[in-house]
């Protein structure tokens, strides 16, 4: 509290307790009572003032915008008409639920470049005023943030703390792990007690935090699924959940180089959503690279994104239908076609 708040409090206190008030004239009493209603409205405004500027764990910051969520997802995500629709569903459940039972815990799986991480971002904009800035948001990078496995034991207790004091600081936290297939299990292990049904735990309550894992694990059978529709003539939105489910789980669970494998979130049903992302094809980087020169400033210029998207490499060899980077490089290659 800063010394100025503190002498305002402080001389409240003294008129509240009476000991200033106390034989005083009725008509000094009253301008006292007065000017004690004055610096509680006062010190009620100073609070709002600084809510405002500062952010808090409140409404005025944290606070979701279905619409925008959706429009974000229709608009800005290009080819991922599965993840765009479990996602859209499994945040409005649980951000409308007032008192969810657990966390929500999302996997995301697919090919590099494909929108983990910008989903991820669609997400936390949509919730937090200062979307992925938000000291409420937390990102960590498994080979960044727990790069030795010699460290296992701090890591957990750092990790631990870590989550911990931020969702007793806010229960409405966010915590999005990337690169989960490298994570150390002993670490997925970890967090798994936040994962769960649990009332309360030391006394927090993590019912309504926001758990995203982010992977390339199973992008091999999602890419193989999604191929097999395209040389079977079918459409690529008819691809559906169910489609994908089974190979999912064949190459992400039943996989010992996956870290998902050892670890029990998948015995105790603690992700609720996995959320397989499709490969991109053609179209998708010629609009992604649309979109980078709209985000530039620039006019957006169609054969312009066209050269670009013709110059990146596509699998499988024989066919040449999926972006091997998605549109992970368009950001930096466009300054060479502009
Ligand atoms: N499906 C998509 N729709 C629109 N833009 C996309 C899509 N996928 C990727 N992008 C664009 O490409 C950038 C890089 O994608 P992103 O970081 O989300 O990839 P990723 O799936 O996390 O890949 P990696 O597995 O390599 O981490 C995004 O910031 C976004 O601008
Ligand atoms: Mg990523």
């Not at 910008?118 to 949509?126: D, G, H, P, T, V």
């Not at 709209?294 to 596509?314: F, H, I, Q, T």
Request: glycine share 6%; proline share 4%.
């Amino acid at each position: 509290m800063t010394p100025k708040r503190r002498q305002v409090l402080l001389l409240w206190l003294l008129l509240c307790s009476g000991v200033v008030t106390e034989g005083l004239e009725p008509i000094t009493t009253t301008i006292a009572v007065g000017m004690a209603a004055t610096l509680t409205a006062l010190l009620a405004n100073y609070r709002n003032i600084y809510f405002q500027f500062y952010e808090c764990c409140r409404p005025e910051w944290i606070a979701f915008n279905a619409t925008g969520l959706k429009v974000d997802l229709d608009r800005k995500l290009y080819g991922q008409h599965i993840a765009s629709r479990i996602i859209l569903k499994a945040v409005n459940g649980f951000m409308n639920n007032g008192n969810p039972k657990k966390p929500l815990v999302l996997s995301l799986h697919g090919w590099t470049g494909t929108g983990k991480n910008f989903i991820s971002k669609l997400i936390a904009e949509n919730i937090y005023k200062e979307g992925m800035e938000s000291g409420f948001v937390h990102f960590f990078t498994s080979t960044l943030h727990f790069p030795h496995s010699s460290q296992l034991v701090n890591y957990k207790s750092q990790l631990q703390q870590w989550i911990k004091g931020n969702v007793t600081n806010c229960e409405r936290s966010m915590f999005i792990f990337d690169e989960m297939d490298k994570m150390h299990p002993g670490l997925i292990d970890c967090i798994k007690p936040y994962l769960d049904y649990y009332d309360k735990l030391d006394g927090v309550s993590y019912r309504k935090a926001i758990f995203i894992f982010l992977s390339n694990a199973g992008a091999d059978s999602i890419a193989k699924t999604t191929l097999d529709f395209w040389k079977a003539g079918e459409n690529r939105d008819d691809i559906e959940l169910k489609d994908l489910e089974t190979a999912l789980s064949l190459s992400v669970f039943n996989n010992i180089q996956s870290g998902f494998y050892r670890t029990s979130l998948i015995d105790k049903n603690l992700v609720d959503f996995f959320v397989p992302l499709l490969p991109l094809e053609y179209k998708h980087v010629v609009q992604c690279a649309m979109t980078e020169m709209v985000a530039r400033g620039l006019e957006p210029n169609w054969p312009v994104a066209e050269e670009l998207a013709k110059d990146l490499l596509y699998f499988p060899k024989s066919e040449k239908i999926f972006a091997v980077t998605g549109c992970k490089t368009i950001e930096s290659r466009l300054d060479y076609y502009i």
